[in-house]
C-alpha cells in the first residue's frame, strides 16, 4: 500500500507527516530546524527520498539543507546566492529605484528527471539553479535582467518570486510568478524569458491591464495537460488555455475572488482548488467560516466544501504555497494555515480532517505519494 | 587556542555542544577568528556575515572581556584574553523583536 508524507514548513520549524493510503492516522515527527522559518520544503519527483528544504531567519540569513533519507537526517547545503553580474535596480515601494538584494528562498523545485538539481525562487526575485543537489547555486540572470525588470515593485511580503512550474512535455519549459511583477514563461530553459500576464486586469496599479505589475499569488498546472494554467491573483482567478500567452477570469460565483493558494486535482484537470479570502486588507476568511472551494467545470462553478473544517469563529489565513494534492484515487488534498492547522481530505475535498492543530503559523505544504 | 562561543541556533548548525576551540594563526583578529570558525564548519558561511562583503549581519553581535566589539574593524586587535584563550569570543544574535 502506498504511503503519503507530508512536508510541512513552518514559522518556527518543519515537520513531516506520514500516512497509509487510508489518510486516517498520522505520524508525525518534527520539529526539524526549530525556531527556523521553513518557508519550503519539497521532494525529488525523480527520488522521492531526496527532500530539499529552505531555512532562514531573520538574524542568521539563508540556510539550505537537504536530506537523502526521506527526511531521517540533513545535511547543510550551499546558502551562497549572488546575483549574476551587474545588480541593477527595481522600483521601491516609494517608486525610486532600489537594488536587488537577496533575502530568502521562498521556493524549491526539484528537477523532474535529476535528484541533483533543483531551482530555488527568491527575495528580490531572480531564479537559481543548482545542479549538485544544493552546494552551489548559480543565477538564470535573464529573468532579472529582462527589459521590464527596473519597473518591478515589490508586494506587501516582499518581491519574491514564489511559484516555478516545470513541464513534462517541454523539458526547456518553466513557468515562475513573482509579487508583484506578474507570471513569465521560458521555452528555452530559462535563458530569456517574456512575461504572459496578457487578460489580467489589476485595478489598484496605474494601468490594469500593463504587461507587467500584477500581483499573481498562485500558478497551478495539471502534469497531464501543461498548457492549462490557472492563477490565484491577488484578486481574481484567472484560467489559460494557452500556456499563459492569454488569460480569462473564472471566479464565477466564488464569494471573494481574493485569495492565495490554488491546485488541481490529480486525476482530473479540470478540478481545482482555491481558498477564499475576505479581502486584501483584512486577509482572514468570509464570515470566519473555513471553506475550501472547488470547481469541477474549470472554474466559474465553484461549490464549497466545509465538512469538518470549523464554519463559526475562524479567522486564518491560508498561504500560497500551503496547498497540495497527492496522487492516489481518490486523489487527497492538504493545506496548512496561519493558525497552524494541517487539514487533509483523503476524497477530493469532500471531507477533511486536522492531521494537526496546534503547529507555529504554516506556510507551505507539499505532499509525496510514496510506493 | 581560540575560544568562541556560538548562539544556540549556529550550535546546532554546527553540531557542536559549548565552546568551539579554533587555532588561528598570526594576528588575532576578528577577521581571523571568523576565518577560522568558517574554515572549521562551512555551514556557518553566511549566517555570521555576508558571503560577499564579509560584513557583519545586522542581528549578530561580537562580545569579548564584557565589551561590544561588533562595530570593531574586522582588523582591529581582539583582546589579549581573546588571543590567549582565558577569555571567549562571543558570537550573539541579537536581542530584535517585541
Not at chain 2, 561580537?62 to 561590544?68: I, L, M, Q, T, V
Amino acid at each position: 500500500m502506498s504511503t503519503i508524507r507530508v512536508l510541512v514548513g513552518t514559522r518556527k520549524g518543519a515537520f513531516l507527516m506520514t500516512s497509509d493510503g487510508k489518510r486516517r492516522r498520522w505520524k508525525v515527527s518534527g520539529p526539524h530546524f526549530g525556531g527556523w522559518e521553513i518557508y519550503h520544503l519539497k521532494g525529488s519527483p525523480a527520488d522521492p527520498d531526496r527532500l530539499y528544504a529552505s531555512q532562514s531567519s531573520s538574524w542568521f540569513g539563508q540556510v539550505i539543507q537537504r536530506s537523502s533519507d526521506g527526511g531521517k537526517t540533513w545535511e547543510t547545503m550551499g546558502n551562497k546566492f549572488t546575483y549574476d553580474g551587474v545588480t541593477g535596480t527595481h522600483l521601491w515601494y516609494d517608486g525610486t529605484p532600489h537594488p536587488w538584494e537577496f533575502a530568502r528562498v521562498w521556493h524549491l523545485e526539484p528537477s523532474l528527471a535529476d535528484p541533483d538539481t533543483v531551482y530555488a525562487g527568491v527575495e528580490d526575485a531572480a531564479l537559481f539553479r543548482s545542479s549538485d543537489g544544493g552546494q552551489t547555486w548559480h543565477e538564470l540572470p535573464g529573468l532579472r535582467t529582462h527589459g521590464s525588470a527596473s519597473s518591478w515593485q515589490p508586494g506587501a511580503g516582499g518581491m519574491c518570486l514564489h511559484t516555478i512550474l516545470l513541464d513534462r512535455n517541454h523539458p526547456e519549459r518553466i513557468f515562475v510568478a513573482i509579487s508583484a511583477a506578474g507570471a513569465f514563461r521560458s521555452d528555452d530553459a530559462g535563458a530569456s524569458w517574456r512575461p504572459i500576464n496578457r487578460g489580467l486586469r489589476s485595478q489598484q496599479i496605474p494601468n490594469p491591464t500593463a504587461e507587467v505589475g500584477h500581483c499573481v499569488h498562485r500558478i497551478a498546472m495539471h502534469p497531464s495537460r501543461p498548457d492549462v494554467l490557472f492563477m490565484q491573483k491577488h484578486w481574481d482567478v484567472m484560467r489559460s488555455d494557452d500556456a499563459g500567452d492569454t488569460w480569462r477570469e473564472v471566479s464565477g460565483n466564488l464569494p471573494t475572488d481574493f485569495g492565495f493558494p490554488i491546485d488541481v486535482h490529480a486525476h482530473e484537470p479540470e478540478t481545482v482548488y482555491v481558498v477564499p479570502i475576505k479581502s486584501d486588507s483584512e486577509h482572514y476568511l468570509p464570515e470566519g467560516k473555513l471553506r475550501v472551494y472547488r470547481s469541477r467545470t474549470g472554474g466559474n462553478e465553484w461549490e464549497p466544501l466545509t465538512k469538518g473544517l470549523p464554519q463559526r469563529h475562524c479567522y486564518v489565513n491560508v498561504l500560497r504555497d500551503a496547498m497540495a494534492v497527492d496522487a492516489l484515487d481518490p486523489c487527497g488534498v492538504y493545506f496548512g494555515t496561519t493558525g497552524g492547522q494541517v487539514y487533509a481530505s483523503a476524497d477530493a475535498g469532500d471531507s477533511w480532517a486536522p492531521i494537526v492543530r496546534d503547529l507555529p503559523s504554516v506556510v507551505s505544504v507539499e505532499v509525496q505519494t510514496l510506493p | 587556542m581560540i575560544r568562541v562561543v556560538l548562539p544556540a541556533h549556529l550550535r546546532t548548525l554546527a553540531r557542536v555542544d559549548g565552546e568551539v576551540k579554533l587555532e588561528v594563526e598570526g594576528k588575532v583578529t576578528q577577521r581571523a577568528v571568523l576565518d577560522a570558525l568558517e574554515a572549521s564548519y562551512p555551514m556557518l558561511r553566511g549566517t555570521i556575515r555576508d558571503h560577499v562583503t564579509q560584513e557583519r549581519r545586522a542581528f549578530v553581535r561580537f562580545f569579548a572581556c564584557e565589551e561590544d566589539l561588533s562595530n570593531e574593524s574586522p582588523d582591529a586587535l581582539l583582546p589579549d584574553p581573546v588571543a590567549t584563550g582565558a577569555e571567549p569570543f562571543l558570537v550573539v544574535g541579537a536581542m530584535a523583536g517585541g
